[in-house]
């Protein structure tokens, strides 16, 4: 054949198959809200999968958030002392972490840590047929499998980065007050002046709850897809993290432009 | 896992969860000090208002007393119409004087008010007729340059 149409149909192939995944996770979205009941009503599957995603990530979450804050700290203060005024550093380090860092951060470790044990776990349990073991059974895997998961998630997520943006302004504390000498009040009170609920916090809440439901369902969708041998289960894996980076990067800009166009 | 202790770790999870949103909206955010109480609606119309938003604060006397609602241009006037909501504790007479100033040097702006000595006090609704505009810096340069100049040219 031509090599044009073979680069040509090379182009295509990729791109079909890309909608035809895009299409069949929204599927498995759709499926998973319509199976959600099933997921409160037996709530303790979802509150041990809280426990797998949420509770295990925090150690990651805490440790990564406290140094991303006295970074933070650090790196605000030796530029505006420049200017004078170095009391502004809480105002930065605030604004950073409740708008950026803590939703976004958290939802790259999350990815990390909690999305690929999920997409593991259902790639293997997929490999070992249990997923159809359940099917035989005529018990939905989608619902006791899929749902709880993607609830611990979506639950976790906001959860995780309001510790992060919390411990990260208390890392930024103790680098800007005790090391640096920075003034107790005028750090907290400005602060508390440039910061507002409305605006940052809960736009800070928003984008981590979306980042949340993109993350899951992005880990739940490769595991369900893997093909069910030792390789795919490791290319799901690893699909899973670079997708949800990308993903979780792309809406953070989307996100941002709708919020701060008002 | 013993059932009880997954439920223990879980809520301990969502209790620092909330402890963190409730310590970004108290200590980080300003959610406390934006609280007005009951209010009522003054306007006040200025030529210019400098860099002025709305939710910006009205201070009395370096204490915030209400906030900046909204900021219209009146068509007729060619004037800013700002709408102010200030609490209801604290009444002002009516020749009160609402001036901007900016806080700092280059800080935000906001609106002061000066209690005058009428014993009417403003009603919901009123116009505060005694404004005074922003300071514009390029105004204020110039302004001192034509008198340097014309101090120049005297001797």
Not at chain 1, 15 to 25: D, E, H, K, P
Not at chain 1, 47 to 56: A, D, L, W
Not at chain 2, 11 to 34: D, H, Q, Y
């Amino acid at each position: 054949m031509n090599p044009i149409f073979k680069i040509l149909s090379n182009i295509g192939n990729q791109v079909t198959s890309r909608i035809w995944r895009l299409g069949s996770a929204t599927r498995l979205f759709c499926l998973t809200l319509i199976y959600s009941s099933e997921s409160f009503r037996r709530i303790h599957l979802t509150i041990r999968e809280i426990y797998f995603t949420g509770v295990m990530s925090l150690i990651i979450i805490v440790v990564s958030a406290f140094f991303v804050g006295m970074v933070l700290g650090l790196q605000g203060y030796y530029t505006l002392q420049k200017y004078g005024s170095s009391e502004s550093i809480g105002v930065l380090v605030a604004l950073a972490l409740l708008r950026e860092l803590g939703p976004v951060v958290t939802a790259l470790l999350f990815a990390g840590r909690a999305g690929t044990a999920i997409t593991a776990e259902i790639g293997l349990m997929k490999a070992t047929e249990q997923l159809s073991a359940m099917e035989m059974m005529a018990i939905s895997p989608i619902a006791r499998i899929i749902s709880p998961r993607f609830w611990a998630g979506v639950i976790s997520m906001p959860i995780l980065a309001s510790i992060f943006s919390m411990v990260g302004v208390m890392g930024g504390y103790l680098v800007a007050v005790p090391i640096i000498g920075v003034d107790h009040g005028a750090f907290w009170s400005q602060m508390n002046v440039n910061v507002d609920f409305r605006i940052d916090v809960i736009n800070g809440l928003i984008k981590s709850f979306v980042f949340g439901v993109a993350c899951t369902i992005i880990a739940l969708y490769e595991g369900y897809d893997a093909p069910p041998t030792a390789e795919g289960v490791s290319r799901a894996t690893t699909r899973t993290v670079v997708t949800s980076s990308l993903t979780v990067l792309g809406l953070d800009f989307i996100l941002t432009s709708f919020m701060m166009s008002n | 896992m013993d059932k009880t202790i997954l439920d223990i770790w879980v809520g301990l999870f969502v209790a620092i969860g909330i402890a963190a949103l409730m310590g970004l909206a108290m200590r980080v955010g300003n959610l406390t000090s934006n609280t007005l109480g009951e209010t009522y609606t003054i306007t006040a119309n200025y030529e210019n208002i400098g860099g002025l938003k709305p939710r910006a604060p009205v201070k009395s006397s370096g204490v915030v007393v209400g906030r900046i609602d909204k900021i219209q241009f009146d068509t007729q006037a060619y004037q800013a119409v700002v709408t102010l909501k200030i609490d209801k504790r604290y009444p002002f007479p009516k020749d009160t004087f609402a001036n901007i100033y900016t806080s700092g040097l280059l800080g935000e702006q906001y609106i002061s008010l000066e209690a005058g000595g009428d014993d009417h006090f403003l009603k919901e609704g009123d116009r505060v007729s005694k404004t005074q505009d922003a300071v514009v810096l390029e105004k204020l340069i110039s302004q001192f340059l034509y008198s340097k100049a014309s101090e120049e040219s005297k001797k």
